[in-house]
């Protein structure tokens, strides 16, 4: 229970800020493998074409999911954000 609480804790870190600066940041990573995919297909051939796209399919194929991540921490903020302002915890155990 303890490990459940202390993730609430760090969802709470979680500022709008931060959240559209790490979207941005993700956004940029998309960017720039989409460019480095067009100048591998323009440049590179056979073997060394296939390892570097293997590569970087392993370094930025996580984005999408860290960018569920990202996007899931602000809807639980904003959901124990709005629990709090409506005082919606359950009261605990006497």
Do not use: W
Request: charged content about 30%.
């Amino acid at each position: 229970m303890a490990g459940f609480i202390k993730g609430i804790e760090r969802d709470r870190n979680f500022t709008k800020g931060k959240i559209a600066s790490r979207l941005a940041h993700l956004a940029a990573g998309v960017a720039h493998y989409i460019d480095e995919m067009v100048r591998i297909d323009q440049l590179e051939e056979g073997e060394a074409r296939a390892e570097r796209v293997a590569h970087l399919a392993r370094r930025y194929g996580s984005i999408p999911a860290k960018r569920q991540d990202v996007d899931g921490a602000e809807c639980r903020r904003l959901y124990h954000e709005t629990c709090h302002l409506l005082d919606l915890h359950p009261a605990p155990d006497s």
